[in-house]
């Protein structure tokens, strides 16, 4: 059985530091703290490469790239050393969660003396190292495939929408407000619907996990909430304040909380009245930014004044045969998306501390 040694960071990683962005746009990512920043025209890093966000909002982000690439002045590099696999070191930094070591309160940082000098646990043996990474690569291929073929068919969604309702639309179509082919129910101030106990509860649906998914800090609230008000797999949904944006969620049961809408119609599909929501989203936004407040937000108005275009019932079904497996597609493999993060953030833990054996 392998064993595990006890050392500093410093004896399985070599780091180095980022230089400003290139001004010249080009093929090569540019990685800052945040992830890729842009696109540049020169590289200062290749190979196999782990990139560590250095300062600020992202200090101790984790990103890894086999890629020529170019890594800013608000990012470190990391590459293994002789005996290390570095998919693992990637996975084993990201599982350490590296923010929580970064100095100062107001304006975090990572240094190398600092990141040097950490304690970690690692397998000797570069077979083991190499094995688990791949376990979670594996995951992490499946994730990235399936992203990679949502955004394909999500634009021959939304070109098929432009070409019908844009290029060639109808004079003869009839005309109606967003706000008459859908319900935009308003969600709950979930605070007054306290959980009686924890086999009594649901998540609450905020901004925040629409845009992220449901973390450890989340909400609950009762789940005897009314059943309308509960967002299950599926459900079309609209925040309408702060962060707009329209999205089908995918994660668990949950309660709808106010500032968001949950969009539903009785008479058109799935597909007809979410990417219609989509194509005014724009101008949504474009309302909410120039509301003279802290929190920009649209109106039940705003809805009424967004104008729709209604075909036949006959083209509506014609359409509907190529636009509803499109979207169930999409939603199928968003929900097999989660289903795989939440398998690799079960396992990352487990296998970087030896848990689970894989070798």
Known sequence: MTRWKDVLLEDAIVLGNGKSRPLTNGIY???????ILGYGDRINYSGETIIIGRVGAYCGSTYYSEQEIWISDNALSAKNKPGNCAKFLYYFLLNMGLNQYAEGSSHPLLTHSLLYSLPITLPENETEQKAIAAVLSSLDDKIDFLHRQNATLEAMAEGLFRQWFVVEAKEQWKKHPLSAIAHFLNGLACQKYP???????LPVLKIRELNNG????VDWAS??????????????????????MVKIWTGDSCVLNQHLFKVTSEKYQKWFYYFWCRKHLSEFIAISESKATTMGHIKRG???????LVPTENELVKMSETMQPLLEKIIFNQTKIRTLEKLR????PKLMTGEIKVV
Do not use: C, H, M
């Open 29 to 35: 990512p540019i990685y800052g703290g945040n992830g």
């Open 195 to 201: 959980p009686l106990n924890a086999n009594e509860r």
């Open 214 to 217: 449901i973390g450890q800090d």
């Open 223 to 244: 789940n005897t909430v009314p059943s309308q008000y509960v967002v299950t797999s599926g459900d079309v949904i609209f925040s309408w304040s702060g962060s707009l």
């Open 302 to 308: 705003d809805l009424d004044k967004a104008e729709v």
């Open 345 to 348: 953030d079960t396992l990352l």
